[in-house]
């Protein structure tokens, strides 16, 4: 089976960088590192086998692309496919509402 390439954005990696905080200051330390540990590692493994598997997101429609969605305990991540590469766009945790699409250029 070939992997796909799996792509972490920037946008992506500050919505865990928030989360981890929030966890540091909750849960502590080493809970949050744990967290964040087991979230990469859920993304990594099953983004680059089979992306195509997980439903297009709810909000996809807002795009100007189809954004799909795999949820990861309370964490919606959400995601596009181009070719043979997955990009990681947004980690939202289930708090949140409808993710609105980038405005800026």
Known sequence: ???YTVIIEDSAKLDVQDS????CRVWG???AHK???ELRGAILT???????????APDSNE????VRQMI????????????????VLHIKGAY???LEPDTEG
């Open 1 to 3: 089976m070939k992997r």
């Open 72 to 87: 990861v305990g309370r964490y919606r991540v959400l995601f596009c496919v181009r070719s043979r590469r997955v990009h």
């Open 29 to 31: 330390v080493e809970r």
């Open 96 to 98: 949140i509402g409808t």
């Open 63 to 66: 795009f100007g692309e189809e």
């Open 35 to 37: 967290w964040a540990r």
């Open 46 to 56: 099953k983004l680059a086998l089979t992306p195509l598997g997980f439903p297009v």
């Open 20 to 23: 981890y905080n929030w966890g």
